[in-house]
Structures are given as structure tokens and as C-alpha cells.
């Protein structure tokens, strides 16, 4: 089987896929998907499920949608149920099974070791095949307690983080036209992460644009001051200033 969370959540075995649409059942299932091949506690799932008002019988209740998801699992073909109860909770083993967060996060560390060795365009293949593993938002809309929540949080900060290493392979490729729109929805997406609006500027600059280059400065540092009160780093400064004069050093040759 197939779990799948870089999206909403869903479970594919073989040409059959389902979704959940019981929202508890789903929350428990996506705990232990998450936390995948180690023991997630009761009381853990208790708190995804009910946060901090959990009603009086919340361990039987747990009981029943732990009960559902096993039956769910159940695939024909198998010959164990990969929902294991442990002696203080339970444990999705998936041994036999794969998880696209995992790919995911193989994916990632294959193109940036990639990029450390200068392999810039099987790096962008990889990074690419990566993102392409996301159909939306972590989860859904689903959200539940401190298991889902930080699963939600690490994701979406790596794939910002992937977006970024596959930007900045692009730049070294000489690929900077390609990237000027991307640059600009993620800048309209993420405005206070700064490193987004360099590389927008160093595009720009290279696709002899410098007037819009600094106007992008100009935007990071009003943001950043309206919403922070503080000026851009000094990376970002530092670029403007090379933007302004020139610097042959911005030029793709010289960085390569």
C-alpha cells in the first residue's frame, strides 16, 4: 500500500484508493501514518483527537476508531493487519508499505547532495520529482493535536526549503528567466522569507532587468518593516548594493 499525506490524506492499494471522510477516524489514522513504525500512546491520539476536552469515555471511544482504521487496512492479499496494538498504544507498521513523505524526504537529500557535487541538472530532476509528489496542503485541512500539527509545520517548511535549493540550482544552470515568474508567486506567497526575494532580484538582474531588481528590494524592505520593524538581512543589502553598482561578481560566470 500507498499512504499518502502531502495532500489529503488517502491510501492507494493497487488500482483502489480511499479517502476518509469521519474526521476522528481520519485524525487517528494520519497520527500513526505520521508517526509511522513507532508506538503512538492512547493517551497521544486521545489528545489528537479531543485536544484538551477529551468527553469521559475517550478510551473507549479511541477504541472504536482504532477498531475502523484496522478494518479499513484490512486489504485483501494481506496476510496481517499493519496496525499493531502495543502495550501502551499502537503502531502502524509499514514494512511492505511505502509513504510519499518519505519519498519525499529521500528525494530531497539525493538533490542536495547532488548539488554539493555540482550535479546541477540531475539535482533540478530530482528536486523537481520531489515537489511533483505533492498533490496540496499537508493533511487537507485536516488538523489535530502536537503530532499532526508538527508534521504539518516540518513539511511545509521543507518543501519551502526544497523550493529554494531548486531556485537556487536554476540560477547556477543559467536558468534565471525561467524562474522570474515562480519567484514571483512564491515572494506574493511567502513575503517575509527573505531568501525568495534575493533570488527573484539576482534573476532579474541577470535577465537584464535591474530597475525591476531593486524595485524588489524596495518591496522587501517596506513589507519588512511594516510588518516587523526591521530592515532586510543583510545578505539582501549586501545583494542591492551589488545590484546598484553592478558587480561583476553577480554575473553567472563568475559565480560558476
Not at 81 to 99: A, F, H, V
Not at 232 to 239: E, S, V, Y
Request: with cysteine.
Amino acid at each position: 500500500m500507498m499512504y499518502e499525506v502531502l495532500g489529503p490524506l488517502r491510501v492507494i492499494d493497487g488500482e483502489d484508493s480511499f479517502t476518509i471522510s469521519a474526521r476522528k477516524i481520519e485524525t487517528v489514522l494520519a497520527a500513526l501514518v505520521v508517526r509511522c513504525d513507532r508506538v503512538v500512546a492512547s493517551d497521544q491520539l486521545i489528545t489528537e483527537i479531543w485536544a484538551d476536552a477529551p468527553p469521559r469515555r475517550a478510551t473507549a471511544g479511541l477504541h472504536v476508531y482504532v477498531s475502523q482504521v484496522r478494518k479499513l487496512l484490512n486489504r485483501p492479499g494481506r496476510t496481517a493487519n499493519p496496525l499493531l496494538t502495543r502495550m501502551s498504544g499502537y503502531e502502524l507498521n509499514t514494512e511492505d508499505d511505502e509513504i510519499d513523505f518519505r519519498l519525499f524526504l529521500e528525494a530531497v537529500e539525493r538533490g542536495r547532495a547532488l548539488m554539493r557535487e555540482r550535479r546541477d541538472e540531475e539535482a533540478v530532476a530530482c528536486l523537481e520529482g520531489a515537489l511533483n509528489l505533492w498533490r496540496g496542503p499537508v493533511l487537507g485541512d485536516l488538523r489535530g493535536g502536537p503530532i499532526i500539527e508538527g508534521f504539518v509545520t516540518w513539511m511545509t517548511e521543507l518543501r519551502l526549503e526544497c523550493l529554494e535549493a531548486l531556485a537556487d540550482t536554476y540560477l547556477r544552470l543559467g536558468r534565471h528567466r525561467e524562474l522570474i515568474g515562480r519567484l514571483h508567486l512564491l515572494v506574493s506567497e511567502n513575503p517575509l522569507r527573505e531568501a525568495y526575494y534575493a533570488q527573484l532580484m539576482l534573476a532579474l538582474y541577470r535577465s537584464d532587468r535591474q530597475a525591476e531588481a531593486l524595485s524588489v528590494y524596495q518591496s522587501a524592505r517596506s513589507m519588512l518593516m511594516e510588518e516587523l520593524g526591521l530592515e532586510p538581512c543583510q545578505a539582501l543589502q549586501d545583494l542591492q548594493r551589488a545590484i546598484f553598482t553592478a558587480d561583476a561578481g553577480l554575473d553567472l560566470r563568475a559565480a560558476s
